[in-house]
């Protein structure tokens, strides 16, 4: 039985390889460390390691620190604060149409900048035979230090006078990027199958993010399939795939594969 069900968890992650090329392809790791200051307060402090254009890039450093409390066995509550290093890509912003089709252009040199977050979120589960559910509302506060890149200036012009030839001038500049934040409703739905006698637990989720400062929602999808598997009493891994389709400009659709190991201080 945890062949069949490792086998139909990994079905999704063929698609990885498979993915649109207007899609991003990366892999995410990550550790987490906890341990219990009672029988309902946990103190957790997690290390992520993310990258994109498959492992080209470091798209993601963090350092995460966070405090959970479980009055019951169905309802839990956590806050935290995570430091970010995080990769912005290459933007290029189209400004006005010159002539014959051409278009003056900037482009946003790829650039690193640190981000903060707190967030607070509250988690319920229930079971249905051997299915286990659970239902997670994340409120989450970002703000994005400012950063400096290069601008180049793409400028279409005419030598020679009005009928000269058509050529294309490129300037570069210092860009300055200005802090910025935003809030956000993550809101998740996880479905686990505890198979008996088995270590191994498959699982999906499906998480939608909604971007409460702006009244954006759908802002994001994000999809997750993989497994559990408990090593012992304190110690776990998850392997999973991850798509997500987005319509913001700071973590644009992609696919993933990843890993995360869990022990208990």
């Keep these: 039985m945890c062949a069949v069900a490792v086998a139909i968890a990994a079905m999704p992650c063929s698609q990885a390889f498979a993915n649109d090329d207007s899609d991003d392809f990366g892999v995410w790791t990550s550790i987490d460390a906890s341990k219990k200051l009672s029988d309902k307060i946990k103190l957790g402090l997690e290390g992520e390691f993310r990258t994109t254009d498959g492992l080209k890039i470091v ?71 051997r299915l286990e559910f659970s239902i997670r509302e994340r409120l989450q506060y970002t703000y994005t230090h400012p950063a400096a890149t290069m601008e180049d200036k793409h400028r279409w012009e005419r030598e020679g006078g009005v009928d000269g030839p058509i050529k294309e001038v490129v300037d570069t500049d210092a860009e300055y990027k200005g802090s910025k934040n935003n809030t956000t409703l ?13 270590p191994i637990k498959p699982f999906v989720s ?60």
């Design 59 to 129: 798209d993601r450093r963090s350092l995460g620190v966070g405090l959970s409390y479980k009055p019951y066995k169905w309802l839990k509550a956590d806050v935290g604060y995570i430091f970010m290093n995080a990769y912005e890509p290459e933007k290029t912003s189209i400004k006005d149409e010159f002539a014959e089709g051409k278009y003056d252009y900037n482009v946003d040199n790829a650039y690193r900048v640190n981000k903060e977050r707190l967030y607070l979120s509250v988690t319920g589960s229930f079971d249905v035979g």
């Design 186 to 198: 993550r809101s998740r739905l996880t479905v686990k199958w505890d198979i008996r006698k088995c």
């Design 206 to 265: 499906a998480e939608l993010f909604t971007r409460v400062d702006e009244w954006r929602f759908h802002d994001k999808i994000r999809y997750r399939a993989g497994v559990d598997y408990k090593i012992d009493k304190d110690n776990s891994v998850s392997l999973f795939y991850i798509y997500q389709n987005a319509n913001d400009d700071d973590e644009p659709a992609g696919h993933a594969i990843g890993a995360s190991y869990s022990f208990d201080l």
